[in-house]
């Protein structure tokens, strides 16, 4: 559900070496680094993690509203996501015109969650609303893997895996990447996992659970949780919470089929689901083979720089295996690197199955595993520091030019003011996010049939220069004129 990002590329190497710092002795489990969940007395420091999560809010939402004020939108779903909840904030079905005249977004993807936010929309009918919120979700979920962490390494190690997870690369790529639904499933899993590891099995499976609403996909995530639950539960002797857990599997796996086979294409113009064809690569071989590289250089991102490839140690890890299995199994090209969002989900369950790998393997009796994962929250953190620095969007942070709007965004907010509220309008990636508040918005050769008052064009929109003629093109039976032009932008206005 999105258009092509601006040409860029991402770099795979190998992660920065970090600083060893001297091995400190990790307190037990239960000690001084946290206090059990009946404790009358909070041990000293224990706002660090909501205090992470505030530096993280802002640091989200300020490189989000500051690439929205400065005509960075890469994609059409900032726009798409508007549409729908402005619909649900004026208690209609959530119908996303960008998708195609009349289009209910519960056709295309299932993430009626989405609606959580048309109060705040109706408050702040602006797509800064989204973006804010999804900063507030994204810093939120630093919370339980920052706890996570304390509780079982200890303040200084729990902060720094918390504190790594929140300026990962995963979690940065998504905030890049205007709004995405899975903001809401980012916290969620965080808090599950943070329960597992607490045994609070119950708890655990509930925080999983309003994952259904979320994406179509995530049932199986819900399910895999599920599956890693009852294993933890049956080591530690809970029968009950293996049948709680095996329950909660099966109505995860039935929830994502559900919806896939009979709830999406019950709102479907065409009666299916439109990505069916991007989740398959054609044969079993090409599956596995299409893109190897980049899968692998992905696999590299994941596990390396974030969990110093201790992670695989935890059982947590097997939380990931649908969203890779669906990414890696696609023919689609733009679900298999670390670009984009597609990742942000995959990170709480890094980082808390890093916490719990050092955990273990602090007790191992191997001197070198012990040494090894007692310096890998610090090398984690440093890694996310020096990317952060360097090549990572947060970068963007540090350069004055950020901060300043440039003449052509304030040019073309002036051409898109002409439109009047209320206009249908055709338009291309940047001008969307602008006009989705106050007009009805089409994508550029995507109306079906209903023929706009204004089309708003990137620069040249053909190889022949002309923009009515492009416009004929789209809309034979109509006559456009050029408005105006400025910011890159060329305006036609439609006179019959």
Same mark, same amino acid.
């Given at each position: 559900m999105h258009a092509p990002p601006r040409s860029r590329t991402t770099a795979v190497g190998t992660p920065?070496?970090?600083?060893?710092?001297?091995?400190?002795?990790?307190?037990?489990?239960?000690?001084?680094?946290?206090?059990?969940?009946?404790?009358?007395?909070?041990?000293?420091?224990?706002?660090?993690?909501?205090?992470?999560?505030?530096?993280?809010?802002?640091?989200?939402?300020?490189?989000?509203?500051?690439?929205? #004020?400065?005509?960075?939108?890469?994609?059409?779903?900032?726009?798409?996501?508007?549409?729908?909840?402005?619909?649900?904030?004026?208690?209609?079905?959530?119908?996303?015109?960008?998708?195609?005249?009349?289009?209910?977004?519960?056709?295309?993807?299932?993430?009626?969650?989405?609606?959580?936010?048309?109060?705040?929309?109706?408050?702040?009918?602006?797509?800064?609303?989204?973006?804010?919120?999804?900063?507030?979700?994204?810093?939120?979920?630093?919370?339980?893997?920052?706890?996570?962490?304390?509780?079982?390494?200890?303040?200084?190690?729990?902060?720094?895996?918390?504190?790594?997870?929140?300026?990962?690369?995963?979690?940065?790529?998504?905030?890049?990447?205007?709004?995405?639904?899975?903001?809401? =499933?980012?916290?969620?899993?965080?808090?599950?996992?943070?329960?597992?590891?607490?045994?609070?099995?119950?708890?655990?499976?509930?925080?999983?659970?309003?994952?259904?609403?979320?994406? #179509?996909?995530?049932?199986?995530?819900?399910?895999?949780?599920?599956?890693?639950?009852?294993?933890?539960?049956?080591?530690?002797?809970?029968?009950?919470?293996?049948?709680? =857990?095996?329950?909660?599997?099966?109505?995860?796996?039935?929830?994502?089929?559900?919806?896939?086979?009979?709830?999406i294409p019950a709102f479907n113009t065409a009666g299916g689901y439109d990505y069916w064809a991007k989740m398959t690569a054609g044969t079993p071989d090409a599956a596995l083979t299409d893109g190897l590289g980049i899968k692998l250089a992905t696999l590299a991102w994941l596990l390396v720089p974030t969990t110093g490839l201790l992670a695989a140690r935890s059982p947590l890890l097997l939380v990931a295996a649908p969203t890779l299995g669906w990414r890696f199994l696609s023919g689609e090209p733009h679900y298999w690197s670390t670009d984009w969002h597609y990742s942000a989900v995959l990170m709480p369950i890094l980082a808390l199955a890093l916490a719990d790998a050092v955990d273990r393997a602090r007790r191992s009796p191997r001197p070198w595993l012990r040494a090894y994962a007692l310096q890998l929250p610090s090398a984690v953190l440093a890694t996310a520091l020096a990317l952060s620095v360097t090549a990572l969007p947060l970068a963007r942070l540090a350069e004055p030019g950020t901060y300043r709007i440039p003449d052509r965004v304030a040019a073309a907010e002036r051409l898109l003011a002409g439109i009047p509220d209320g206009a249908s309008v055709e338009a291309d990636v940047a001008p969307i996010a602008r006009l989705t508040s106050r007009c009805r918005v089409f994508w550029i050769g995507g109306t079906r049939g209903v023929v706009p008052d204004w089309i708003v064009f990137a620069d040249t929109p053909d190889d022949t220069g002309d923009p009515r003629a492009e416009a004929h093109r789209l809309h034979p039976t109509a006559e456009f004129v050029r408005e105006d032009e400025a910011g890159g932008f060329v305006l036609l206005r439609r006179v019959r």
């Open positions: 920065p070496a970090p600083p060893a710092p001297s091995p400190a002795p990790a307190p037990a489990p239960g000690g001084a680094a946290g206090a059990g969940p009946g404790s009358a007395h909070r041990p000293p420091g224990h706002w660090a993690p909501y205090l992470l999560a505030a530096v993280l809010f802002a640091l989200y939402a300020l490189l989000s509203v500051l690439r929205y #004020e400065r005509l960075e939108t890469m994609s059409w779903d900032l726009g798409i996501f508007e549409q729908a909840i402005r619909s649900y904030a004026h208690l209609r079905a959530p119908v996303v015109d960008l998708k195609g005249p009349g289009t209910n977004v519960l056709g295309d993807h299932f993430s009626p969650v989405t609606a959580l936010l048309a109060p705040f929309y109706r408050l702040f009918p602006t797509p800064v609303t989204l973006l804010v919120a999804q900063a507030a979700l994204f810093a939120l979920s630093a919370v339980p893997v920052a706890r996570a962490g304390v509780r079982l390494l200890g303040r200084a190690r729990g902060l720094a895996v918390g504190a790594a997870y929140g300026l990962s690369w995963g979690m940065q790529r998504a905030v890049e990447f205007d709004f995405h639904e899975i903001c809401f =499933a980012v916290p969620l899993i965080a808090f599950a996992l943070e329960a597992l590891l607490r045994r609070r099995w119950r708890a655990a499976l509930l925080w999983g659970l309003p994952l259904v609403l979320v994406k #179509e996909d995530l049932g199986f995530t819900l399910a895999a949780l599920a599956c890693v639950v009852g294993w933890r539960a049956r080591v530690a002797g809970d029968a009950r919470a293996v049948r709680l =857990a095996a329950l909660t599997a099966a109505f995860g796996t039935a929830a994502s089929v559900l919806v896939l086979t009979v709830v």
